[in-house]
């Protein structure tokens, strides 16, 4: 579960908004259903990882390929984490806050 003790992080967060694709890493030996891709939108980002607003579930532990979509640039950026904590949020729809640590 998320604590929001400032004390606990390792590096401080910045506000950015934007759209984000996540895709689950896939494993040879699992016979999962076909990737598919998860839009979200990043809340929030620090040197060790990102929080994402999706309105998908991800399991504890999910590793992600994010690709974060900047406007000005003319391809996304692609980034691997994983996730760390999740928290429910109920936003006009069932969403989810996901708080996503780079793999490096």
Known sequence: MRSDNPERRAHP??????DIDMRKLALAFSPEEPLRTVRGRLQNLSRGGLCILTSESLNGATVVVCEIMVPELPVPIPVLANVRWSEPRNGGNESHLYGFQFVY
């Open 13 to 18: 967060r910045f506000p950015f908004v934007l």
